[in-house]
């Protein structure tokens, strides 16, 4: 079935560096993928929806100069946390829609960052 | 913004007895969708309603659409100890899809 996969897994960076998140989609193309945060004992919120080849588009309140997204081939979109502080930290999930099989969306792993 | 109530927030429960949860909302939907989440992972799709009355089943779960696509249920029957986790609604409108705050359920030995 349609996995999407996310990556890294889990990361620890320094505060005031920058750090990368991949989500990618294994046996489908995606035009479109969606970034969620979770804090801990929290629900998801929606970031951001990542369309293929153009800009992303920021919900209420997400800063979009922070949270940099590039959703640049229809298997791959990416998260930039830039300039990560320690309230960065949290549990970033990506989904992506697969027009194949009739908009199903599918939810990568999730990936823990800490910012220490 | 639109408001979405899940609730109950936590429920614990004996195995072996059924659970009910549900989610309200103000605005209308064209899709229910329900989520189940463990510890560190990604939420796993459990059921997906399209149709405003729709009943589906799957497997001991089954889930409601609500006639004014304002709210849906989703009952699990006979919980065993691997139900155990968060449960979230999420309706999808504007091809986006929202979560609710989540029902954890646990489960007494």
């Known amino acids: 079935g349609a996995v999407v996969s996310q990556h890294p897994s889990w990361v620890i960076c320094k505060s005031g560096t920058s750090v990368k998140i991949e989500c990618r989609s294994l046996?489908?193309?995606?035009?479109?993928m969606f970034w969620y945060r979770q804090f801990p004992k929290q629900s998801l919120m929606l970031m951001a929806t990542?369309?293929?080849?153009?800009?992303?588009?920021?919900e209420q309140g997400v800063e979009k100069d922070k949270f940099l997204i590039n959703h640049a081939s229809l298997t791959l979109s990416t998260l930039t946390v830039t300039s990560a502080h320690p309230e960065d930290s949290s549990f970033y999930i990506c989904s992506a829609r697969d027009k194949g099989t009739g908009n199903t969306i599918y939810f990568g792993e999730g990936s823990w960052l800490t910012v220490v | 913004g639109q408001q979405l109530n899940q609730s109950p927030q936590s429920m614990f429960i004996q195995e072996g007895e059924d659970v009910s949860m549900n989610c309200t909302s103000s605005s209308i939907f064209n899709t229910w969708l329900w989520y189940k989440q463990e510890p560190g992972e990604g939420p796993v799709l459990l059921i997906a309603?399209?149709?405003?009355?729709e009943l589906t089943s799957n497997g001991r779960l089954t889930a409601q659409f609500g006639i004014t696509r304002k709210d849906s249920f989703l009952n699990i029957s006979a919980s065993i100890p691997s139900d155990v986790g968060i449960y979230f609604c999420?309706?999808?409108?504007?091809?986006?899809?929202?979560f609710g705050k989540g029902t954890r359920l646990h489960i007494l030995p």
């Open positions: 309603l399209y149709k405003a009355g």
């Open positions: 046996d489908f193309q995606a035009t479109t």
């Open positions: 999420a309706p999808n409108r504007d091809d986006k899809i929202i």
């Open positions: 990542s369309n293929e080849g153009s800009k992303a588009t920021y």
